[in-house]
Nanobody, 123 residues
Framework: QVQLVESGGGSVQAGGSLRLSCAAS????????MGWYRQAPGKQRELVAA???????NYSDSVKGRFTISRDNAKNTVYLQMNSLKPEDTAVYYC?????????????????WGQGTLITVSA
């Protein structure tokens, strides 16, 4: 079983910064991508940023230039540095891992989610 443990959420005033961490553990065979999604009240979950094998990154237009995603491959950990936060960044942020897991002597597709961490940005 694969677990994703997130940390670093909280409340901050507009213009402030926060850093999220997500550590993956368990029977991970390979990682294709790790990323962060968010879901604001009444809205659908959306991709914020992702880092793909080879360290290619992808960002939502709404966070480009403000957020930076990075990864520590040795620790299976992904980070999201969030600067110049805005009230519209308020949401529950979820870590996601896409790859493969070893289970029962087989390799299965893996699409794992963290429990979510709340970010609240006040004006």
């Amino acid at each position: 079983q694969v677990q994703l443990v997130e940390s670093g959420g909280g409340s901050v005033q507009a213009g402030g910064s926060l850093r999220l961490s997500c550590a993956a553990s368990g029977s991970i065979f390979s990682i294709n991508a790790m990323g962060w999604y968010r879901q604001a009240p009444g809205k659908q979950r959306e991709l914020v940023a992702a880092i793909i094998s080879g360290d290619s990154t992808n960002y939502s237009d709404s966070v480009k230039g403000r957020f930076t995603i990075s990864r520590d491959n040795a620790k299976n950990t992904v980070y999201l540095q969030m600067n110049s936060l805005k009230p519209e960044d308020t949401a529950v942020y979820y870590c996601n891992l896409k790859g493969a897991q070893a289970r029962n002597y087989e390799i299965d597709v893996l699409d794992a989610w963290g429990q979510g961490t709340l970010i609240t940005v006040s004006a």
